[in-house]
């Protein structure tokens, strides 16, 4: 009785493990095809079209995490493949600089405005 | 004085930003991934359409030819318009073509060929579009033009046309 007890418990952790890693590894594949634009379509993501470009694209993702590839891993590959466009998070370089760096710009003129105007009605 | 200034600035940057949209309207909105040209085809295992071997694609390019791996289906409308192309550079002696069938249905794919002409030397299968996924693509038809040395030249998305040959026809000079 006391054995069964422990193979019964052995095969729920055995089975649990497994349902688990299988989730884990379903919610990676819908994080990351949310990320990826949907090349043939029309604003959007892997995730959202079920054109054959998009799901043979969900197909090689999930292949790429069965073999133990991590998300950044599977990024890289895709841009590799296709371009950085492929991504909705465009990286920081000479193309991009102007659309990372204007809003910290816009910001900072907003906040030396109200600085200013603060400072113009105390005195 | 300030206001002067002021107006100066404001007037600057709209301009800039008029500037900018326009140029960016100049730009097509057909988004063409050109990274893979002049990097080596990715290594694939795929099984023949017509005696259902597996292949290595690494085995396929090794003559000293310029090789077309031409990204097909039985469905897709503007494959059938290429097709005169790919048969007439088919007769061609410096250049191989090989088939990749997209997402098909293999009897489909059999008699399109069988009523069209079968310009490949080799007919691969791509049953889920992984294959073609991993080299890039996405969507047919898709022409990759490849040096024995299975570096990518060129890449024609969309169905070759008349102009599609003339640039083949100057990379085998």
């Given at each position: 009785?006391?054995?069964?007890?422990?193979?019964?418990?052995?095969?729920?952790?055995?089975?649990?493990?497994?349902?688990?890693?299988?989730?884990?590894?379903?919610?990676?594949?819908?994080?990351?095809?949310?990320?990826?634009?949907?090349?043939?379509?029309?604003?959007?993501?892997?995730?959202?079209?079920?054109?054959?470009?998009?799901?043979?694209?969900?197909?090689?993702?999930?292949?790429?995490?069965?073999?133990?590839?991590?998300?950044?891993?599977?990024?890289?590959?895709?841009?590799?493949?296709?371009?950085?466009?492929?991504?909705?998070?465009?990286?920081?370089?000479?193309?991009?600089?102007?659309?990372?760096?204007?809003?910290?710009?816009?910001?900072?003129?907003?906040?030396?405005?109200?600085?200013?105007?603060?400072?113009?009605?105390?005195? | 004085m300030k206001k002067k200034t002021l107006l100066?600035?404001?007037?600057?940057?709209?301009?800039?930003?008029?500037?900018?949209?326009?140029?960016?309207?100049?730009?097509?909105?057909?988004?063409?991934?050109?990274?893979?040209?002049?990097?080596?085809?990715?290594?694939?295992?795929?099984?023949?359409?017509?005696?259902?071997?597996?292949?290595?694609?690494?085995?396929?390019?090794?003559?000293?030819?310029?090789?077309?791996?031409?990204?097909?289906?039985?469905?897709?409308?503007?494959?059938?318009?290429?097709?005169?192309?790919?048969?007439?550079?088919?007769?061609?002696?410096?250049?191989?073509?090989?088939?990749?069938?997209?997402?098909?249905?293999?009897?489909?794919?059999?008699?399109?060929?069988?009523?069209?002409?079968?310009?490949?030397?080799?007919?691969?299968?791509?049953?889920?579009?992984?294959?073609?996924?991993?080299?890039?693509?996405?969507?047919?038809?898709?022409?990759?033009?490849?040096?024995?040395?299975?570096?990518?030249?060129?890449?024609?998305?969309?169905?070759?046309?008349?102009?599609?040959?003339?640039?083949?026809?100057?990379?085998?000079?």
């Amino acid at each position: 009785m006391k054995y069964l007890k422990f193979i019964i418990l052995f095969i729920f952790c055995f089975f649990s493990f497994f349902a688990n890693a299988e989730n884990s590894n379903n919610e990676l594949l819908n994080k990351i095809s949310k990320n990826i634009r949907c090349l043939i379509c029309q604003g959007q993501s892997v995730y959202d079209s079920q054109s054959d470009f998009a799901i043979s694209m969900k197909l090689v993702i999930k292949k790429k995490l069965e073999e133990g590839s991590t998300e950044s891993q599977i990024y890289e590959y895709l841009k590799n493949q296709y371009g950085e466009w492929i991504t909705y998070d465009p990286e920081f370089n000479k193309n991009t600089f102007f659309l990372w760096l204007f809003p910290i710009f816009i910001f900072v003129v907003g906040v030396w405005l109200i600085i200013r105007k603060i400072k113009f009605y105390k005195l | 004085m300030k206001k002067k200034t002021l107006l100066i600035i404001i007037t600057i940057f709209v301009l800039f930003c008029f500037v900018v949209l326009l140029k960016g309207l100049s730009n097509s909105n057909t988004y063409v991934p050109n990274t893979k040209i002049g990097k080596q085809l990715l290594s694939f295992k795929a099984k023949k359409l017509l005696n259902n071997e597996e292949v290595i694609s690494d085995e396929l390019f090794f003559e000293n030819k310029i090789y077309l791996l031409n990204l097909w289906a039985s469905w897709c409308v503007p494959c059938r318009t290429e097709h005169h192309i790919l048969m007439q550079l088919s007769s061609n002696p410096f250049v191989r073509i090989i088939g990749l069938n997209y997402k098909d249905d293999l009897t489909n794919a059999k008699k399109f060929i069988n009523q069209m002409g079968n310009p490949y030397s080799e007919i691969l299968i791509d049953n889920d579009g992984t294959i073609s996924i991993e080299l890039g693509a996405y969507g047919i038809p898709e022409t990759f033009i490849i040096d024995k040395n299975k570096i990518i030249l060129k890449k024609f998305v969309g169905p070759i046309n008349d102009q599609s040959l003339k640039e083949i026809e100057s990379l085998l000079k």
